[in-house]
């Protein structure tokens, strides 16, 4: 018997955690035969965008960071193969027999429970493996994941995104949800009031964005060739703040005690909680009232993370007694949710407390 050649097929959006749990399906076939090579198939621009260029469906992944996930998963090969009209055409049998056991010599195949390929995407999964059969290609129908009784899939954690439900969609995932780009010139507004934000260009056009608001998260950025981290907060949405709303989303990052020019170098951001949604001042003042405290909510998450309670109490009690006596209708509620986290922390994880 020859080496036996595992393979499995499919777009991997997101490579979440349903999708790590079918290649662990893959290493278990591969340790029953003793010896054998794993193989992901999967395709660039993802076949949604060729076949359904109006939808502009969003994604989780630009498909050069998905393939880097999918071999950080360890043991695989990874085939991005280049989806064009021609190959949308092809049926299933074409494929199986041309590109996957004659090209990669595919003996095991091993189908997404809800994955379907070929012309039309309409076989069953009875449909493939009579095709397996023909073929000498045998088939492995594979396992959904669940998460509390939820399955698992890239549609529904880039619901999860869109609604700020940045929590879950990191349990689902499997990790922090980021977003990625270089620096670019902005408006210079956030510097005027004392808080130099960093705008993102995103490298990825289609990528998920969640809902606007602002958000807690990491920085990172290269810094005399390491990775340098930061505490930071993010605002998405379209600057209603003070009478300068555009038709276009700003994805603007404040680094905390940081002073830096970075224009043109890139910056990830990992979102680490949905703190409010975008709301709309009535003056600078009062927007630069805002983001004091913002600043504020950074600290104290962070503080709570790292479990110091005392840190995050004096935090927010040097916040009330600095900007206590100048609230808002407006800037008031921020005060009164940080007084919230703050109250629920010794009953919560850390890492849930806001």
Do not use: W
């Amino acid at each position: 018997m020859g080496k036996k050649v595992i393979a499995t097929i499919g777009s991997f959006d997101g490579v979440h955690r349903g999708h790590a749990m079918l290649l662990e399906q893959m290493h278990s076939i591969a340790q029953g035969y003793g010896e054998a090579e794993l193989h992901v198939v999967t395709f660039s621009p993802y076949p949604s965008d060729v076949l359904r260029p109006d939808l502009r469906i969003e994604h989780l992944t630009a498909p050069e960071e998905r393939n880097q996930l999918l071999r950080e998963l360890g043991g695989v090969e990874v085939h991005d193969l280049s989806f064009t009209e021609a190959l949308a055409a092809m049926s299933a049998e074409a494929f199986m027999e041309d590109v996957l056991r004659r090209q990669i010599g595919v003996t095991d195949l091993v189908i997404g429970y809800d994955h379907h390929f070929g012309k039309g995407a309409s076989l069953s999964i009875e449909d493939y493996e009579r095709l397996g059969q023909r073929l000498g290609i045998a088939i492995h129908r594979g396992r959904s994941y669940q998460v509390d009784g939820e399955v698992v899939s890239s549609t529904r954690i880039r619901e999860c995104i869109k609604s700020g439900d940045i929590s879950r969609a990191a349990l689902l995932l499997g990790r922090r949800y980021s977003l990625k780009g270089k620096v670019v010139q902005g408006q210079q507004l956030g510097r005027k009031l004392g808080y130099p934000t960093a705008n993102i260009d995103l490298g990825y056009a289609t990528q998920v964005l969640p809902q606007d608001g602002v958000y807690l998260v990491r920085a990172y950025l290269r810094e005399g060739g390491r990775e340098a981290e930061y505490k930071a907060m993010l605002y998405i949405g379209t600057r209603p703040s003070i009478d300068q709303a555009t038709m276009l989303r700003s994805i603007e990052a404040h680094l905390l005690d940081f002073d830096r020019d970075i224009y043109g170098e890139e910056l990830v951001l990992q979102l680490e909680r949905f703190f409010l949604p975008e709301q709309r001042f009535a003056s600078k003042e009062e927007l630069k009232l805002a983001l004091s405290l913002y600043e504020v909510s950074v600290r104290m998450y962070f503080a709570l993370e790292e479990r110091q309670v005392s840190e995050a109490t004096q935090i927010l009690h040097e916040a009330e007694r600095r900007y206590g006596d100048r609230l808002t209708p407006s800037t008031a509620p921020i005060l009164v949710r940080l007084q919230e986290s703050l109250t629920h922390a010794p009953h919560r994880e850390a890492s849930s407390s806001l």
